[in-house]
């Protein structure tokens, strides 16, 4: 794709072109999302929020591809970036796993008559 | 093992997420109804555990870039992440098997902090790496991330120590020129981001808008009182959403653009229900006071020689007849805890012919849907959870509404009165049931400080007690019956 000759001009065509189809993923998705959020009733409201949270913590998987090789660096060049990774999946996984988790325990809880 | 993580190809990674967001829409479909909902919250945790274990090949592979350093072992690595992963499982899973129901807010607002930290904490190790090398979209994703994971994280823990009500947060707290601090603190955020992102290597530039994000996140949330903690977190979730979202359009990351929107959108959606049932703007909320205004009548003047006080005798005699009871919970029953006393009530009524209900206003308690979340633990059926629309219609029918802990969201001023700082909040209609028991300490004013001319109608008898002793003193006159 134009090693040589103009370079910076393809790969902004192409930043573009992503950029379009990311906003695409992102406007459909908030359609989705108004959809079938509105339609979960106030009674799990509750959980939906301690649910939606867990989800957020997403981006532990977004900041691990993006700190890829930072992660990779964790361990030589300085304790300081070493620590920090670290905390960061720690904190991440409690978000993580306290959400999902106490959201089960919640939904577990809300029975019909019987 | 090795050959497999180098050479799986980047398609397939793609595809897992891609399987991995579809999961997390059929989820939040599962959401929907409580039948199916515990099956949905297990979709969103396997999507979520899809995502991550296809995020550790592409981990390898970055170990084996031409940017990595020879002498450490790519697989050390992926041990310390697995290590943190444990360490945090087990911390997350502690906390959410040991809180109780009634302190599930701050739980929450904790969790949602947890996530913010997590932002500040991975932007900044990938600064310290990578910060020089950094093309434009990392520097953007680095500095955002920094921005918005901070002030989530101290947004989230002052919300967290106004819902444990520690005394130094108890009060919304204002001193001059707040909205100018706020306003400058902004803008001096924005400027240092707009530095960062031209100036990808400077370390000291995130640090510092790490520090004024972690300034403006307590400034923003600490002047906003208790009763409005639930939209405050809401909008915290909603921002938490957005964070990662925009994380997903630097990296070109379709799951993390999907889920961002996902979580964006509850957030937002809640926020608007919950200021839509107060009958106030999202800017009132986050930026105004409340407070009793000039012109509404002095509790002397409402309550002076009108009310009448009941004890739990009196009480059971009225139940005895009652062939419709309604009851109302508020934020002060989880006070109390006094959830399974009240539903032990329901019980004994229902079991004695009487029909009972509860009556749940969507801004009752300290998060949307408290409530019902602790009536679920109490055991209460939750198809004997009533919306307002659904419930109100029927208190001409009503015999006896209980309210306990309960107060501006049945302040009938808020039909009465337009100027009244709750006028137009819809409510619940208790005052049209034909006798209103409320259960409450004292006469104080609820959060919008205003005197509650309930208390005073003819058709209202006051229960002053301790929410839970009340019931359960009101249980025993019933069995003496």
Not at chain 1, 81 to 103: D, R
Not at chain 2, 271 to 300: E, H, W, Y
Request: hydrophobic share 50%.
């Amino acid at each position: 794709m134009g090693a040589t000759f103009g370079r910076g001009f393809t790969r902004e065509i192409r930043t573009m072109d992503n950029f379009i189809v990311n906003l695409s993923i992102f406007v459909l998705a908030c359609f989705v999302g108004y959809e079938i959020i509105t339609k979960i009733p106030p009674l799990l409201h509750t959980p939906l929020m301690s649910g939606s949270n867990a989800i957020s913590g997403i981006t532990l998987v977004g900041s691990l591809v993006a700190a890829g090789s930072g992660f990779v660096a964790l361990l030589s060049r300085e304790g300081a970036i070493s620590v920090l990774g670290f905390l960061a999946v720690l904190f991440a996984t409690i978000n993580v796993v306290g959400g999902f988790l106490v959201t089960d325990r919640m939904l577990g809880m809300f029975k019909k008559k019987d | 093992m090795k050959d497999f993580l180098l050479n799986i190809d980047r398609s397939y990674l793609t595809l897992a997420y891609l399987l991995a967001a579809v999961l997390f829409i059929f989820g939040l479909k599962g959401l929907c109804r409580p039948k199916t909902a515990v099956r949905g919250n297990l979709l969103n945790a396997l999507g979520m555990l899809i995502a991550v274990l296809a995020t550790v090949p592409l981990m390898y592979r970055e170990g084996h870039g031409p940017t990595a350093d020879p002498n450490i072992s790519p697989l050390s690595t992926i041990g310390l992440v697995v290590a943190a992963v444990l360490i945090g499982s087990v911390i997350g899973a502690f906390c959410a098997l040991k809180i109780r129901m009634t302190a599930m807010p701050q739980m929450v607002a904790l969790l949602n902090g947890f996530g913010g930290g997590a932002s500040v904490l991975v932007a900044g190790a990938e600064q310290l790496a990578n910060g020089k090398a950094a093309d434009f979209d990392v520097a953007v994703a680095i500095f955002a991330s920094g921005l918005i994971g901070a002030v989530t994280f101290w947004g989230s823990l002052v919300a967290f120590a106004k819902l444990e009500e520690y005394k130094a947060f108890k009060k919304p707290f204002f001193y001059p020129g707040l909205k100018t601090i706020n306003a400058l603190l902004g803008l001096a955020a924005v400027a240092l981001l707009i530095y960062g992102i031209t100036h990808p290597g400077e370390t000291g530039a995130y640090w510092g808008l790490v520090a004024l994000a972690s300034v403006l996140g307590l400034t923003l949330v600490n002047p906003i009182g208790g009763a409005d903690m639930p939209v405050v977190i809401a909008l915290l979730n909603s921002y938490s959403g957005l964070a990662a979202a925009s994380t997903g359009f630097v990296l070109g990351n379709s799951v993390l653009i999907i889920a961002g929107a996902l979580v964006g959108a509850s957030g937002v959606i809640l926020t608007q229900i919950m200021c839509k049932a107060m009958n106030r703007s999202m800017t009132n909320v986050l930026f105004g006071t409340m407070g009793p205004s000039a012109g509404s009548a002095s509790a002397d003047d409402v309550y002076a020689g009108k009310v009448k006080a009941t004890t739990a005798d009196e009480v059971a005699m009225m139940l005895d007849g009652a062939r419709r009871v309604v009851v109302v919970p508020g934020y002060g029953m989880a006070v109390a805890q006094a959830q399974h006393a009240v539903s032990e009530l329901a019980q004994y009524l229902e079991s004695k012919g009487v029909e009972v209900d509860f009556a749940i206003h969507p801004v009752a308690g300290r998060m949307p849907g408290h409530m019902n979340v602790l009536l679920a633990e109490a055991e209460v059926p939750y198809d004997k959870l009533k919306e307002m629309d659904e419930v109100n219609p029927t208190f001409s029918q009503t015999d006896v509404a209980i309210v306990i802990g309960a107060n501006d969201v049945v302040n009938p001023v808020a039909r009465t009165d337009p100027h009244s700082p709750i006028a137009g909040m819809p409510i619940l209609d208790v005052d049209k049931a034909r006798t209103v028991v409320v259960v409450k300490r004292s006469l104080s004013p609820g959060f919008a400080g205003i005197p509650n001319p309930l208390f005073a109608a003819d058709n209202t008898l006051m229960y002053f007690s301790d929410g839970k002793k009340a019931i359960l003193d009101l249980l025993a006159a019933l069995k003496e019956q």
